[in-house]
C-alpha cells in the first residue's frame, strides 16, 4: 500500500510513484524545484552518415538499433489522434522481442490504443504514464494496471521530461513528412495534421529518437518542426496513421439548444466584464460549446469593431475564419482539429505552430498561458471552492486526459461554461472527486441556471453588476440543481488502492486516483 | 608558460586554456565527447511576470539585477555586424559598476569593438574568446591580453556552450525586433539585419538572458527567432545598431579580372567535375570571389536547366535571385549580407532562418554541412598537404576569426579559390603558419595559376582529367608563384608566448597562435 500525506489542498496523496519519490501539492506557485534540466548525452556527427542519411528499413530494426529492452520508457505522441497506427505497432514488436516491462509515455492515449490492453496483461508493458482514457482508463481503474498511473497536463509532460522526472529512452515520433535526416512536419502528407509540438520534449531529451513516416521528401523537409540533429532514425512506412481518424475533417459546433445558450452567455459575460478589447486574446478549444463559444464572440467583436491580437488553438476552421477576416493578427496552435487549420497553419505565416514549452511549461521564464485574456474550458464536476475534475467521470472511473486544461488556468480569466447536469447527475459538487485544478485559478462557472463568479475576483462580480445577466452564486446553483435531480449525486465508492497520480503544473502530486469499487 | 603537447596533426599545442585542462587535437572523427549536454537551471514561471511584460528600464539594471560581478562571461552576437552598438556599452558599464575579469564571448569581433582595448587594458576584460580581427587581433598578437584568446567556428562555440565547455552567466541578445516577452527577430524594425541564429546557443544556456531592442512590438513577436519562455528581461534602447553598417545595403562582386577568373574556373570545375546535378546544393559566401562564382554557376545552371535543392547563405541579392527564379527549392541561411537578404527571409517561406546548431555543430546527430555537396571558401595560405590557415596573415598577426569555415570544411567537395599570390607574398607555402583546417577536408585548391586536386580525392581528379582545365598539382602552383614572386615567403617571427588556442569542431586544440616579433 502507498504511504500517504495530506497535501496543500487538503488531498491524501501518495509520497512515492512506483519507486520514485513524488512530491506532494504546496499551493499555487509555492514549489521551488531545485537544480538543473536534465542533460542529454553528447552525440557527435561521426556517428551518424556523412550525407544525412538516417533511413532504417523498418520499425523492428529501429528499435532493435536503439537497444530496446526491459524496463525502458517509450515515448509516442497524439497528433494522429484516434488514427494512430504507431503505439500498438511499437508494442507487438516488442512482444515479439519479448520485451518486459515498458513503460509507455504517450502524450494522449486514444480508444485506438485499446489492443495495448494485452501488452498490460501480458508484461510487455508495466504502465502507462499519460491520459488513461476510455478502456485504458477503465482498466486502470478496475486496479488491473501493475504500475500506478501518472496524469499530467501537456505542460506538466514538458516539464517533466526538462527536468528529468521522466527520462525517455525512445521516443517514436509519428510524422506525416520527414526527410531522411529526420527534419519532420505536420502540415504536408496524407497524413498531415498540423503540428508535431507534443514531441518537443522528447526530440530534445529522449536518448534515441526515431521518425517513423508515410511521406519521405528530399532534405531539406520545410517546416522542420521537429529537428534533425535531435534524430537518429528514420523509418518509412506505407501507413502510419488512419487519415479519417486524424482530423475530424469538420468540427460541429453544438445543437444542444442548452449548450449554445451555455456558450451565449458565456460571450455575452466576458464582454460585459470589459475583456472584449482590442489587442486582446482567448483560448476555446474543439468543444462544441468552446467553438459555439467562438462563434458568439466573433459576432460581438465584429459588432465593437474589435480584433484580437492572438487566439490560441486548438484551431479550427472557426479560427482560421477570424484569422483570415483579420479579426486576430495571429494562431497560437498547439493543435489543429480539422482540415482547415492544417491548411491555414500550413499556408499562412500567421498561423503559428506551438508547441507545449512555449505556451504551457511552468518550469521556463514565463510561458504564454498566463498571457491570454479569456480561456473558455470543461470540467467533469466543480465544486463550491471552484475546484475542478476534469479526469474522472461522476462514477469515479478515469476517463480523460488533462491536456492543456491545467495550463491554461493561469489565464486573466478562466471560465467553465458547464451544464449544470449530466444525465441527472449535478455537475456541480460539495468537493470534487479528484481535484485537478484548484478553485483560486477558476474565475467563473457558466450555468444555464446562472453564471457563479469566484468571490476572489471582486473586479468581474463588480464590472458585471449591472450587465443584466443572471450573476449569482455557486451555492445557489447547486442548490437549484439539486432541487431538479433529487439531491446531490451519489459518491463514488473507492477502494483504497491508488491507481493514478495527478500532478500539477509543478509535477507536485495535487490528487490521486483509486480504483472503483464494481456497482453492485 | 603553457606546458605543451603535440598533436595528432603534429602541432605543438596548449594543454591548459586560462587553467582549464584542454584536449589536443586527434584527428577527423577520432576524438569522441564522453559525459551530457550543459544542464541550465530549471526556472519557474512564479519567478517571472504573469503579464509577460519583462521590460526593465536599462541595460545597467539589467546587468545589475543578472547579478554582474567579477570574473563573469557575458556573450554577445555579431547580428549587427561591424554597426554593433551593445558590447562596447556592456563594458563601459562594467567599469561604472567597477567589475573586473570579464570574460567576452561573442559570436565575432569586429573592429567597431576597438574602445574594448580600454577594457582589457584596465581590467574590467579578462579576456576574449571569439574572433579577434583588426585592432583586437593586433592587441592580442602583441601579447597585450592577459587571458589566452580561444578562436572556434560558429559550430564550435555552439558546441563549446551545449557541452559545458564555456559556461555563460549573462547573454546579451540585440534584437531588431522583440516584444515585452522576451520573444525576438531580426527580420523586422529599423535596425533588421536577418536572423538571429548565433545567439540560440546563448539563450538555450545562459544563466541570465537579456533581450535588448530599439523595436519593441506587442507580444507575438513573429517569427520568434529567439524564444521569449528562455529570456529573463527585455531592454528597449534608442538605437541597438547603425543600420548603415549592419547590413551593407549591397553586395558587390570582385571587379579584379584575377578574381573573376578564378570565380570562372572554379564554376567550370564543379561543372566537368559533374557536380552541378539536379537537386545538388552548394554555399557560396560574401566574398567577392564567392559571388562571383554563384553568379558564375547560376549561369551553367540556366544553360544545362539544372535547379539546386538548397543553397547554404550567408544570403546575398543573388542566391535570392536564384530563389525567386525557381533555381533552388530552399536557401539555408545562417546570416544574410544585404537588405535583399533580409526581405527575402521576412517575406519567403523558402527562405530559411538556420541557425550553428541545425548547420555546423559537430556534437549533434549530424549537421547540415557535410549534406552540402559544393562549398567555396577563403583562407590566407595552403600548404603542400592541402591544410589551410584562416586566421592569421603572413606576418603571423591574427587577423580573422574562423567563422563556419571549419565546419564548411566537411561538404561533399570543398574548394578554395585563391589568387596564387598577395601582395606579392606566394599563398601556397610549405607549412600553413597556423592550422586551421586539415588538408585531408580540402579537395580542391584553385589559382589563377591551375586548380590542384587533393590526391585523396582521385574520383575528382578521373572526373576532370579530360575536362580542358589546367588541373596540376599544389607544388607544381607553387613552384610557378614562387618563381613569379622571388622565392618562398618569409617565415613570421614569433615568441614562445601562445597568445592564443585554436580549437577543432569537436573542442580539440588544433593549434595555437604566438605573440609576434615587431619587424625591426
Not at 39 to 57: E, Q
Request: proline share 6%.
Amino acid at each position: 500500500m502507498a504511504e500517504l500525506q495530506r497535501n496543500a489542498a487538503g488531498r491524501l496523496v501518495v509520497t512515492e510513484i512506483n519507486g520514485e519519490p513524488a512530491v506532494p501539492y504546496m499551493g499555487v506557485g509555492a514549489y521551488k524545484p531545485r537544480g538543473r534540466k536534465a542533460a542529454p548525452p553528447i552525440a557527435r556527427c561521426a556517428d551518424y552518415p556523412a550525407d544525412g542519411n538516417k533511413v532504417v528499413p523498418d520499425l523492428k530494426e529501429a528499435l532493435v538499433r536503439a537497444g530496446l529492452r526491459d524496463g525502458m520508457t517509450i515515448s509516442t505522441h497524439h497528433h494522429f489522434r484516434d488514427g494512430d497506427l504507431i503505439a500498438n505497432r511499437i508494442f507487438e514488436i516488442a512482444a515479439e522481442l519479448g520485451v518486459k516491462d515498458l513503460r509507455w509515455f504517450p502524450s494522449a492515449a486514444f480508444p485506438c490504443h485499446a489492443p495495448l490492453i494485452a501488452h498490460l496483461d501480458s508484461g510487455v508493458i508495466h504502465h502507462i504514464e499519460g491520459s488513461l482514457n476510455g478502456p485504458l482508463g477503465d482498466y486502470a481503474s478496475s486496479g488491473k494496471m501493475r504500475g500506478m498511473g501518472v496524469l499530467r497536463s501537456h505542460g506538466g509532460r514538458y516539464q517533466a521530461v526538462q527536468d528529468g522526472e521522466v527520462h525517455i529512452d525512445i521516443a517514436v515520433i509519428a510524422a506525416p513528412t520527414a526527410d531522411p535526416f529526420g527534419n519532420a512536419n505536420g502540415v504536408e502528407g496524407p497524413s498531415a495534421c498540423g503540428g508535431l509540438g507534443f514531441a518537443l520534449a522528447d526530440s530534445q531529451y529522449a536518448d534515441t529518437v526515431i521518425v517513423v513516416t508515410d511521406h519521405l521528401v528530399p532534405f531539406p523537409c520545410v517546416p522542420w518542426q521537429i529537428q534533425g540533429n535531435l534524430v537518429d532514425m528514420v523509418v518509412v512506412m506505407d501507413r502510419i496513421g488512419e487519415p479519417s481518424k486524424i482530423v475530424s475533417g469538420t468540427t460541429n459546433i453544438t445543437r444542444s439548444p442548452d449548450r449554445l445558450y451555455i456558450a451565449e452567455l458565456t460571450a455575452k459575460f466576458v464582454d460585459a466584464a470589459g475583456l472584449v478589447r482590442d489587442g486582446f486574446s482567448f483560448q476555446a478549444g474543439s468543444g462544441g460549446t468552446s467553438l459555439a463559444f467562438a462563434i458568439y464572440l466573433r459576432e460581438i467583436m465584429k459588432r465593437k469593431n474589435v480584433h484580437a491580437r492572438f487566439v490560441r488553438g486548438g484551431s479550427t476552421r472557426y479560427l482560421v475564419q477570424m484569422l483570415e477576416e483579420g479579426l486576430t493578427d495571429y494562431i497560437l496552435d498547439g493543435q489543429t482539429f480539422d482540415l482547415e487549420g492544417v491548411r491555414s497553419m500550413r499556408e499562412n505565416p500567421r498561423h503559428v505552430h506551438t508547441n507545449p514549452f512555449v505556451s504551457y511549461n511552468y518550469h521556463g521564464k514565463g510561458n504564454v498561458a498566463s498571457m491570454v485574456d479569456i480561456v473558455v474550458l470543461g470540467a467533469t464536476e466543480v465544486d463550491l471552492a471552484f475546484n475542478a475534475n476534469v479526469v474522472t467521470h461522476s462514477d469515479g472511473r478515469l476517463m480523460h486526459g488533462i491536456g492543456g486544461w491545467q495550463n491554461c488556468l493561469f489565464s486573466r480569466c478562466t471560465i467553465l461554461p458547464l451544464p449544470s447536469f449530466r444525465d441527472r447527475i449535478p455537475v456541480i459538487v460539495d468537493e470534487v472527486t479528484t481535484l485537478c485544478g484548484p478553485g483560486e485559478l477558476i474565475d467563473v462557472v457558466v450555468t444555464e441556471r446562472g453564471i457563479a463568479i469566484n468571490p476572489r475576483r471582486q473586479d468581474l462580480i463588480d464590472a458585471t453588476r449591472d450587465s443584466g445577466l443572471s450573476i449569482t452564486t455557486i451555492e445557489e446553483i447547486q442548490s437549484r440543481v439539486e432541487r431538479i435531480c433529487g439531491g446531490k449525486p451519489a459518491k463514488p465508492r473507492f477502494t483504497d488502492n491508488v491507481i493514478a497520480a495527478v500532478k500539477w503544473v509543478d509535477g507536485t502530486v495535487i490528487d490521486v486516483v483509486r480504483q472503483v469499487v464494481p456497482a453492485p
